[in-house]
Nanobody, 123 residues
Framework: QVQLVESGGGLVQAGGSLRLSCAAS????????MGWFRQAPGKEREFVAA????????YYADSAAGRFTCSRDNAKNTVYLQTNSLKPEDTAVYYC????????????????WGQGTQVTVSS
């Protein structure tokens, strides 16, 4: 089993940046593709980005491509989401999650989840 804990959220002005982190417990972290999702109030949870086990491949939602960068440090059991050029519509709770396949965007394909970290972007 993998336990995930996100951090790094906060309040930022439009155009600003935040670096989200997700620390995983257990020695099986490298076995999983890691993804980031977000959920805004009243909306469904949506896929943001994912990264392969080695970190060599990444996959982004159209809304994140060019602004967000997903990376991982397997020695530290941590996955990151660098968010740049933030917009008010990026406001949401951001979750990290673990899956077995890269490129899957459905939340149901991910089976370990963190508790989330709030990102609020003011205009």
């Amino acid at each position: 089993q993998v336990q995930l804990v996100e951090s790094g959220g906060g309040l930022v002005q439009a155009g600003g940046s935040l670096r989200l982190s997700c620390a995983a417990s257990g020695r099986t972290f490298i076995n999983y593709v890691m993804g980031w999702f977000r959920q805004a109030p009243g909306k469904e949870r949506e896929f943001v980005a994912a990264i392969s086990r080695s970190g060599g491949r990444t996959y982004y939602a159209d809304s994140a491509a060019g602004r967000f960068t997903c990376s991982r440090d397997n020695a530290k059991n941590t996955v990151y989401l660098q968010t740049n050029s933030l917009k008010p519509e990026d406001t949401a709770v951001y979750y990290c999650a673990a899956a077995l396949k890269l490129g899957v965007v459905a939340a149901g394909e991910y089976f370990y989840w963190g508790q989330g970290t709030q990102v609020t972007v003011s205009s």
